[in-house]
């Protein structure tokens, strides 16, 4: 059997790793397809060795590249990939390009996404894919099914990680000693409508004895951040490891707020963007929802307070007990939707 992956973004890489590594086991031919965009090639080269990888389209940060390159381009390739291997099943979490080369060429595809606010474009993914799968955020119909959790449980659950305290000491940290800052770039489809650099407009008002590690998206913006913080040069090795050995995961950037969540770290994402995926953790109390500076308040008295280590297992626990196995869940669709 032939499957092929469509990855445009590090979190989608990390949602698709387990899940490959157990199809290839099971003598799955897995193609790997990825967005040549920022540091993510050089992820999937290392993340996905085994696998057979093929760079489709790039995106260089302008709307004009994003269409030519990011879409119309990718849809090309995808459609002489797909009829040059004969996948049985395609794979992706959103990406329009490869689900209209499907559709065309009359092969399947499932998408597994967490952004029904993204109506437009999950419209038009609905109308060329076999099923779409959401977190219970959306209403089902006979396009749209769910699964009972969000996608970076897949990765992130306990039965599928077990952080290494050596990775913080590798950084000179120490466990529960120091904060995770993540800043993302407006460059990219998912943020042009946000403000740049949201961290960065409030990071010299973080207690100066705070020890802090970012990771910066867009290198050219460190003069922003005070001079004692440290910048993480992407790729990170094992870098949920250095979240979950956080005290406080500050993000201006969704994915990266929800992973700290899962982790059990206090988390606060601080962009603008209203999600039904944060709402989940938000009602569960292991999110905060601050924009920009407000988000201040939360952090110095996060910083305050002794780090629970007993109430992290807690948390993680009760989400174990509660959700699905993402990985499980996507291989059973998988094994239906096939060709």
Known sequence: ????????????????????????????????????????????????????????????????????????????????????????????????????????????????????????????????????????????????SVFNCLKEWSYLSPKRFQPAETIPVKHGLIPYDYIFVREVSNKSFNYYNQQDGIVGSFAGRIGENTKVILSLEDKTMATRYPKHWTILQEPVENIHSLIYYSRLVISSGDSMAREGAMLGVPSVYCGTRKMKANDLLMQAGLLEHLPAESALAFINKTLQEKFNEENQTKVRNKLLDQWDDMTTFMKEQINRYKS
């Open 1 to 144: 059997m032939k499957i092929l992956f469509d990855i445009k973004h590090p979190a989608q890489l990390n949602l698709f790793k387990g899940l490959t590594n157990e199809l290839r086991q099971e003598n799955w031919e897995v193609t790997i397809c990825y967005l040549q965009r920022g540091k993510l090639p050089n992820i999937i080269k290392r993340e996905y060795a085994d696998c057979e990888l093929i760079p489709v389209g790039s995106s260089h940060g302008t709307r004009w590249s994003i269409l030519w390159d990011g879409n119309i381009k990718r849809t090309l390739a995808f459609l002489y990939l797909i009829k040059k291997y004969n996948y049985n099943i395609c794979v992706a979490a959103s990406s329009i390009p490869l689900a209209l080369a499907c559709k065309i060429a009359g092969i399947p595809i499932i998408q597994f996404y967490d952004d029904p606010e993204r109506k437009q474009v999950n419209q038009i993914n609905a109308s060329l894919s076999t099923q779409l799968f959401f977190p219970p955020i959306v209403k089902k119909n006979h396009k749209v």
